[in-house]
């Protein structure tokens, strides 16, 4: 059901309900299962190895990781629950009234890195945060396609909007947005990939866009639909368990095309290439890599999003007219890739 934006005469109230740790962890790793299972049935030959591990400050996880199988050569799906009192910078320079509070966070992370470079790389993470009066959710999930086909990213967009849109209909053009503004390499003015959503310190309070690029795209946008009525917690919950579960069905039938797609030494070099674009963002940009060293959190599991294989090339430059050149003009570019149909067939 769409949410109304106008006005309600009773408030709702946006403070967590006294199981609220317990019940979005318990998410957290029910997602994590079911996103394993579904991609051990996809890929037909690779399973997944689990590592549980413990914090000394607090809290712990399990790793789970898929290496050398007929579909994916690497990929890794995590689940994380930590607490404790010191609070890592990157939080404080958001959010400092959290300071003197201990914190508890939980989420679900995941990177894949398929075999064949016409099937896309897709990274999903959704995460829960609180600190004292402090509390939000936060995640997305992305697109990273090698070779540009625009049902591919058609189809991830109408899926994750047509998941957004029964929560209320402007969470995914401000989260499309803030995903094209967050997963973009400055150094390499280029976006990272053909995106997806991203959101952050949703707390039911104030506009949706909450990051930090005031006068960005999302930020315009977000300042043109005007601050909601305040949320409460359970609906920011379910909107994430929504978006969480809407990853198999956005990414699997894309999987699926691709991966008898036959390709040669030209295709691998070049995913070989455009991987180490990953490295760049996730070793530089990526806040969940931040946090997770900032709170000494498990390394082997902070870095599984790397690529097993990967390569550098000084002053590379596509061919003109060729699929890779495709990429960079218009599919690293952001589109609105959610209104895109296919050309029609009548001559």
């Known amino acids: 059901m769409t949410m109304s934006s106008t006005p309600t005469s009773t408030p709702v109230k946006t403070t967590p309900p006294t199981d609220s740790q317990a019940r979005v962890s318990q998410f957290m790793k029910q997602l994590q299962d079911e996103i394993c299972q579904a991609l051990e049935q996809l890929d037909g030959q690779g399973t997944f190895r689990e590592d549980s591990w413990t914090r000394e400050e607090g809290g712990g996880g399990r790793s789970r990781v898929i290496r050398e199988g007929s579909v994916f050569e690497q990929g890794g799906v995590n689940f994380s629950e930590v607490w404790g009192t010191q ?3 990157s939080i404080l ?7 003197g509070h201990g914190f508890y966070a939980t989420g679900t992370s995941m990177v894949l890195h398929p075999r064949n470079p016409y099937v896309p790389t897709v990274h999903l993470n959704y995460r829960y945060f609180e600190a004292g009066p402090v509390w939000w959710f936060g995640g997305g999930a992305d697109l990273t396609p090698y070779y540009p086909f625009a049902e591919d990213a058609a189809h991830f967009h109408k899926t994750l909007k047509a998941t957004c849109d029964q929560h209320h209909p402007e969470y995914y053009p401000v989260f499309k947005r803030w995903c094209d503004e967050y997963f973009y390499l400055k150094h390499r003015q280029e976006t990272r990939g053909v995106g997806g959503i991203f959101l952050d310190y949703q707390d039911g309070d104030g506009p949706i866009y909450r990051g930090p690029d005031s006068a ?8 043109q639909v005007g601050v909601l009525p305040a949320r409460s917690w359970e609906e920011l919950f379910a909107l994430v368990q929504a978006c969480g579960r809407s990853f198999i069905p956005s990414y699997v039938p894309i999987v699926q095309r691709r991966q008898g797609m036959e390709y040669g030494d030209r295709q691998r070099q070049f995913q070989l290439y455009r991987r180490g674009r990953y490295v760049e963002f996730n070793l530089v940009y990526d806040r969940g890599t931040i946090f997770g060293l900032q709170t000494n959190g498990r390394t082997e599991s902070i ?5 097993p294989l990967v390569r550098w090339e000084y002053g590379y430059q596509p061919e003109p007219q060729s699929p890779e050149s495709e990429l960079y003009e218009t599919f690293l570019k952001p589109q609105d890739w959610a209104d895109w149909s296919p050309p029609s067939s009548a001559g």
Do not use: F, I
């Open 87 to 89: 609070l890592p910078p």
């Open 93 to 99: 320079k958001q959010r400092p009234e959290a300071q």
């Open 216 to 223: 960005g795209p999302a930020a315009s946008y977000s300042q």
């Open 303 to 307: 870095l599984m999003s790397l690529p």
